[in-house]
């Protein structure tokens, strides 16, 4: 085999951009560089100048890296040095853009070498074999976080014309049941009730709601699965406070577990009703104590009592506020609500002409 003409060979060395007096680690390395600036894949504008690009750079290392490892004195008779697979070895701190083999098979199968570079590849592969590209690419791969890959990386030799997007296809035959290539959507929250009496969200409460799922277990069945929520109702909640439980509903494949929202529901007391902080309570008096003044027991919630005294005339409407005996202000903790007293006045069903006469003769007396 004839060395390169001096010509050509200032041509690779202008397409490496890199001197003449260049050793094989500094072609290595220039041609590294060169293939992750031209990669088509970071040139997705001018893919076509991109692999062109690539075609001649794989040329020119080919030569040059021939050369070099064949040394100057072939004049002399030696035979040309085995080359090795030393840009493979020679380590770089630079972080590589690895394309697919398909990209690969077609960039070299497109390639048309000038005469000389065609007749040196043809000798040479029969002495061994020169770094290709997809050698390259296969030993700067790397394998992302949580995704097997072989431990070998898999080429194609001149033996071998098994291509190498056939041979990278079969290299795992197991199917893919999930990807978690796109992010998992999270279904519509489940809804439930909680329901609360007004004594427990006077003081506070410990709930404990017993749920049961869906759950993928590790062989990938689905199986059922009880939990024990527990829910601390705290002093002063209302009605419509929502506690979430995040992930606590059924698992199913390709989503992330739904949320389950508990909202306060107010059990209806028999004597109290709530408006905000404020509680109201009703109270029937007779006309009489209506009109003369009373003294009467008040219940409060949660258990207890309290006397109270009236001397004004209670008429149909009449509104008494007890201070600090509502709900409990959650915002504002330690204070509380007012109990309001609506009254209603009980009427006597019957009265006779006398009575009759007499009330009149009184209410004429006030008017």
């Not at 969200?201 to 869906?214: P, Y």
Request: charged share 30%; glycine share 6%; hydrophobic share 30%.
């Amino acid at each position: 085999m004839g060395d390169l003409p001096d010509s050509e060979t200032h041509n690779f060395y202008n397409i490496l951009g890199i001197p003449r007096t260049a050793s094989l680690p500094d072609i290595c390395s220039k041609y590294k560089s060169l293939i992750v600036k031209w990669h088509p894949d970071k040139n997705p504008t001018n893919k076509a100048e991109a692999e062109a690009k690539i075609r001649s750079i794989n040329d020119a290392y080919r030569a040059l890296s021939i050369e070099k490892k064949r040394g100057t004195n072939l004049s002399n008779g030696d035979e040309p040095k085995t080359p090795d697979n030393s840009c493979n070895n020679y380590k770089t701190d630079d972080k590589f853009y690895i394309s697919s083999p398909t990209l690969l098979s077609r960039t070299n199968s497109q390639r048309s070498p000038s005469p000389s570079s065609r007749n040196l590849s043809r000798n040479l592969s029969r002495r061994s074999r020169t770094p290709t590209p997809a050698d390259y690419y296969a030993n700067s791969a790397r394998t992302p976080t949580g995704v097997s890959a072989p431990s070998t990386p898999t080429t194609t030799s001149p033996r071998d014309p098994t291509p190498i997007s056939k041979t990278a296809s079969s290299r795992s035959t197991t199917p893919i049941m999930f990807s978690r290539s796109t992010a998992w959507k999270k279904p519509q929250a489940i809804e439930k009730k909680l329901e609360c009496t007004l004594e427990e969200l006077l003081h506070g409460c410990v709930k404990k709601i017993k749920t049961t799922r869906d759950v993928i277990s590790n062989p990938g069945f689905i199986i059922k699965e009880e939990e024990t929520l527990m829910i601390k109702v705290k002093p002063g909640w209302r009605k419509g406070t929502k506690i979430t439980f995040e992930g606590k509903g059924d698992e199913k494949p390709g989503t992330l577990p739904a949320d389950i929202i508990f909202a306060i529901v107010e059990k209806k007391h028999p004597m109290f009703k709530r408006r905000g902080d404020d509680l109201e309570v009703g109270v029937e008096v007779p006309l009489v104590q209506a009109l003369t003044g009373c003294t009467f027991s008040v219940p409060l919630l949660g258990g207890g009592q309290m006397s109270l005294s009236i001397d004004e005339i209670i008429y149909p409407g009449y509104e008494k506020i007890i201070p600090g005996q509502g709900m409990p202000k959650f915002k504002d903790e330690g204070k509380r609500g007012d109990l309001r007293l609506k009254f209603f006045v009980e009427f006597p069903r019957e009265l006779s002409d006398e009575q009759r006469s007499d009330v009149v003769n009184i209410l004429q007396e006030c008017s």
